[in-house]
Each structure stands twice: as C-alpha cells, then as structure tokens.
C-alpha cells in the first residue's frame, strides 16, 4: 500500500507514514483546512472624538519689525506685537518644577526635528528608561495649553480633574485644564 499523501511505500499494518507523517486514510481531500476567515474585509468603525481635543495647526509666529524709534529708546514693543501666551508651571514626579510660556518638548533626551523650533526642551531624569527619548510636545494655543504624543514607547496618559483617564492617540493635541494629570510612562507631571 502507498500513501495518497505523498506516494511512499507503506509497510503492512503501520498506522502512519514514515516520510510525510500522515495518517495511512488520510486522503488530499482530508488534509485541506477550511479558511478560518473566508471573505474577512469587516470594517471597524472609529468612536468619534472628543470635543477636547483640537487638531488645528498653529501658524509660525512671524516676526514684527519693530520701529526705528522704540529702538532708539530701548521701550519695550506695543502690547499688539507681542503674542499672547500665558504661563504655565509643570510640576513633575521627580521633584522637578517647570515655568514654560510656550512651546517644548518633554522626554529623556529630547530632540526637535531639523525642521523644528521650541522655546523649551525638557529633561526628564528616568533611570529606567521608561521616558522616551522625546516623548511628549506641549504648546498654546488661544491661552489653552495642549500636550501631544510623539509615538512614545510607552504611551501618554491625562488624567483631568473630575474625570477618568484618556489614553493620548499620538499625533493629536489634547487641551488640559489647570490641574491636570499628565502620566508619561513611569513618570507624571500636573499643570498650573
């Protein structure tokens, strides 16, 4: 008797084939395995978004040339020339307290891109490297301070006051009020 799997010779009375394995009444019909998924093109709808979060880009800030006079007299320019920013304090786990006005990046080591320019890059002292190297830009926006995950390792998470946590989709900028929780890896920090 041969196998009708693979053709070998099959001694009398084995049970097996000693080349491919197969059953002796294993047949090519038998062998095939139905598609566990058949015709699988399902689409997963998205849950729609927040209304916290605000996805709109922030024109770079353009330069005012400021007037022969006022810089003459050393006057500080006129409250219209200047942008409108406000100051936020990030207190972090490590003890670190944090005065920043504008834009930055927070992580390990951080590093804008080449096409990038930030007021501030913050140093997070993570032993463990849990941090990513740049794991996190934060901004302005109409006097709203907003943070954004830049495809960190390990993930960002807000915790607003009142409210459960939200897991941060990178790429996106979330508005934090006063008093909000940002969890980076094995570190956080609070906005003030």
């Keep these: 008797m041969t196998c009708q799997i693979c053709g070998a010779w099959l001694p009398v009375g084995a049970m097996f084939c000693g080349e491919c394995g197969?059953?002796?009444?294993?047949t090519v019909e038998s062998r095939k395995r139905p598609d566990p998924r058949p015709n699988d093109t399902t689409i997963i709808a998205r849950l729609p978004r927040k209304a916290a979060i605000i996805s709109v880009p922030i024109p770079a800030l353009v330069p005012v040339p400021v007037r022969a006079a006022a810089a003459v007299t050393n006057d500080p320019p006129a409250a219209s020339t200047?942008?409108?920013s406000r100051t936020f304090v990030l207190t972090f786990s490590t003890g670190q307290k944090?005065?920043?006005q504008g834009s930055g990046l927070i992580g390990r080591k951080p590093l804008?891109?080449?096409d990038e320019i930030f007021d501030?890059?913050?140093r997070v002292v993570d032993a463990d490297r849990s941090v990513s190297k740049t794991h996190l830009e934060f901004g302005q926006h109409d006097g709203e301070f907003w943070v954004s995950d830049r495809v960190s390792g390990n993930g960002t998470v807000i915790r607003r006051p009142g409210e459960t946590a939200e897991p941060l989709e990178p790429g996106r900028r979330y508005v934090l009020p006063h008093g909000t929780r940002v969890e980076i890896a094995d570190h956080s920090f609070?906005?003030?």
């Design 190 to 192: 609070t906005v003030a």
């Design 22 to 26: 197969s059953s002796r009444s294993a």
């Design 82 to 84: 200047l942008p409108s």
């Design 112 to 114: 804008p891109q080449p």
């Design 98 to 100: 944090v005065t920043v």
């Design 120 to 122: 501030d890059l913050i």
